[in-house]
């Protein structure tokens, strides 16, 4: 549209002038210098209106202008965002590609393509300098293949005890992007427990206690028991000693003590990783016994075990400086009888665990 040389106030004041009639419109004209069909044009248009009026079409004019541009920039945006909406964006480089897709494909400003896609106008046009990386790709690589089991920490150390000093950062990105993160081994998840309450037996073999110690030779090679006991009398019925105690050897020892005494109705034992093993659960299906385990954290509902461990360690393992497992092996035996046939023990009113089970299979036939 062409651009008036006559300003909406100039215009408005001749159109005054011509209502007070000192002038003809001819006259009126050739003064200004411009055409009648001009003037009348201007009449049709500003006649009758005053100047606070003209000012309100003008602000008018120019929302309105304002409003049909927002508008179409919105249309503009909704449909290129249609466009894109399955194109899951994360990363600020993703975005990117995805705003470059809009300005290219639809046409949409750089400005509104950045703002629907929530990124800063500095983004969509950096460059990024591509660095070299192929030396540390290639140390890292020749690291990662001659030792599997090392992670990004060791790595990076050797790294820097060959003499190499890129920054960690760098290196750490390096060593995502060739995928060579060990897998890291999760922790097992254990079932929600809720044993039965810690109470004394009716009767032998109604339930065992079990549970792990672990100590050191002289020498400084450490080892493991397994202690085994009945609730009922607190009788030691096994004390198994070695270097390793597998969840297999665990077994061996339950089906030795059984062979004379027979099965127990339940054991009760902690979440130790031999206790939960698979081949555990088969065996006490097989024989029909119930695997009452412990809360996590919670020693004091295997209280029975837990008691006499501390009486094994206070009167054996912290008594003497063993020097063999043979020698471990034959003191322990020893002490277990003891133990079971004549050391008092206070929750039996003074009596040792054999004796006071004599005593009351003798009171039960009495009565």
């Known amino acids: 549209m062409k651009k008036s040389r006559f300003t909406e106030s100039q215009i408005f004041a001749i159109l005054k002038e011509g209502e007070s ?20 044009k201007w009449k049709a248009k500003y006649g009758g209106m005053e100047q606070s009026e003209l000012k309100r079409m003008k602000e008018l004019e120019e929302e309105n202008a304002k409003l049909k541009k927002m508008f179409a920039d919105v249309s503009l945006q909704n449909v290129a965002l249609k466009d894109i909406i399955e194109k899951k964006a994360v990363k600020p480089v993703d975005r990117k590609e995805l705003a470059q897709y809009a300005v290219i494909h639809h046409g949409l400003g750089v400005v509104l393509a950045c703002n629907a896609l929530g990124i800063s106008r500095c983004t969509y046009y950096y460059q990024p300098k591509l660095v070299d990386d192929s030396e540390i790709i290639t140390a890292v690589s020749k690291l990662a293949q001659k030792h599997t089991r090392y992670g990004f920490r060791k790595i990076f150390k050797r790294l820097r005890y060959m003499g190499h000093g890129w920054n960690h950062k760098r290196v750490y990105r390096i060593y995502c992007g060739l995928k060579l993160n060990l897998r890291r081994k999760g922790k097992r998840r254990l ?41 009922y009398n607190r009788e030691s019925l096994a004390i198994e000693i070695d270097s390793s105690l597998p969840a297999e050897r665990s077994i061996r020892v339950l089906d030795r003590v059984a062979e004379y005494r027979g099965y127990p109705k339940r054991l009760r034992q902690d979440n130790g990783p031999e206790f939960i093993s698979h081949k555990l659960e088969l065996w006490a299906e097989f024989h029909g016994i119930k695997l009452d385990f412990i809360k996590p954290g919670k020693p004091t509902q295997n209280a029975f075990i837990e008691r006499f461990n501390r009486t094994y360690r206070n009167e054996v393992l912290d008594c003497y400086l063993f020097n063999s497992l043979t020698e471990v092996r034959e003191i322990t035996d020893s002490w277990m009888v003891e133990y079971n046939y004549d050391r008092p023990h206070e929750s039996l009113n003074d009596l040792p665990p054999k004796e006071y089970e004599r005593l009351d299979q003798e009171n039960s036939l009495n009565i």
């Open 21 to 40: 009639g000192v002038m003809t419109v001819p006259e009126l004209c050739r003064k200004h210098n411009v055409g009648q069909s001009t003037y009348y």
């Open 191 to 231: 079932p929600t427990r809720e044993p039965e309450p810690l109470t004394v037996p009716a009767q032998a073999n109604d339930c065992w206690s079990m549970d792990f110690m672990s100590d050191s030779l002289y020498s400084g090679k450490s080892f493991r028991t397994f202690n085994v006991i009945d609730d």
